[in-house]
Structure formats: structure tokens, C-alpha cells
């Protein structure tokens, strides 16, 4: 059988890698055009996913560069796996609240990540600013809400990402 040299293996993996991180970085752009060209609100879980998004591209780019150091590497796609199960989390959490919970207000004492939502969108409120509800399903595409879409990305980012962590090296 056809065995991979460990430099094969290394440049598939950061090709990987890039492909990852790009899609993570696409999927912060789809969402800031989401809002800003169709006017969608975006909500704190939003944010906040948008949020974990980055944290992926940049542990993945973190990951690319640290290829040849094998346990650095390996850190950094545990916290982009980490990022990814997470954000499916948070997405699933939201999916929930949307299908389910519609009438849900929220409590008066915020959450310390929604503090930290608004925080950053008050830093930066191009890309971080929450001003949508998070049980308002809002804009669909092909019946699906931006939470289920974005629950299908975490959980993919998430078995990629055990992919490459549970891959054998040479």
C-alpha cells in the first residue's frame, strides 16, 4: 500500500488547515454582510459565534505555522476544536431557543458573556454590535435559520478537527 512520507502528511494537513481557516473567516464575512447588506440584526449568540469563528481561523493559522512543531500544533488545533465544539454548543443552544422558547425574555442580570458582547461591539461595532433577539429566527435559506447553518458548520469544524488531531503520523 501507498504509505504518506511525514512531509506529505504535514502538507496535507496544513492544506487542511487553510481550507478551515478560510471557511471560518468566510463564514465572519457572510454574517457581517448578512447584516449590514439585508439589515439583519445580528443577537448576542450571534456575536459570540461570530466570535468563536475567529478564534478558529486564527488557531487554525496558528496551527499552519507551528506545522513542524508537532505538539504546538496539536495546541493549537485543540483550541480550534475546542472553538468548534463550543460554537456547536452555543448554535444548537440558540436553535433551541428559537424553535422552542420564542416567548423567552431575558433576564435582567446579563450573562457575563453577553456583557462581553457588548463590550466588543461597543470596541468595534462594525463586526461585533448585538442589537437582534436571539429567539427571532429572522431570514432563512432553504429553511433554515443562520443558527442551524451555523450549528452544521461548528459541528463540521468540530469532526474535522477531531480528524486531524486523531490522525496517526508516520
Known amino acids: 500500500m501507498f504509505r504518506q512520507t511525514t512531509q506529505q502528511q504535514r502538507n496535507l494537513r496544513r492544506t487542511q488547515l487553510v481550507l478551515i481557516g478560510t471557511a471560518a473567516l468566510g463564514l465572519v464575512l457572510v454574517g457581517i454582510l448578512l447584516a449590514h447588506q439585508l439589515n439583519l440584526a445580528a443577537c448576542p449568540l450571534c456575536i459570540l459565534q461570530r466570535m468563536l469563528y475567529l478564534v478558529i481561523a486564527l488557531s487554525a493559522s496558528i496551527a499552519y505555522f507551528l506545522a513542524h512543531h508537532a505538539k504546538s500544533s496539536r495546541l493549537a488545533m485543540l483550541l480550534m476544536g475546542l472553538a468548534a465544539f463550543t460554537g456547536a454548543g452555543i448554535a ?77 503520523s508516520n
Open 92 to 168: 444548537a443552544y440558540q436553535t433551541w431557543l428559537q424553535r422552542f422558547a420564542a416567548d423567552t425574555n431575558c433576564a435582567a442580570n446579563q450573562p457575563w458573556w453577553e456583557r462581553f458582547v457588548y463590550w466588543a461591539g461597543e470596541k468595534a461595532p462594525w463586526f461585533f454590535e448585538a442589537t437582534g433577539l436571539c429567539s427571532d429566527a429572522g431570514w432563512k435559506l432553504l429553511g433554515l435559520s443562520i443558527a442551524e447553518w451555523s450549528l452544521l458548520a461548528f459541528s463540521i469544524f468540530t469532526f474535522l478537527t477531531l480528524r486531524l488531531l486523531l490522525k496517526k
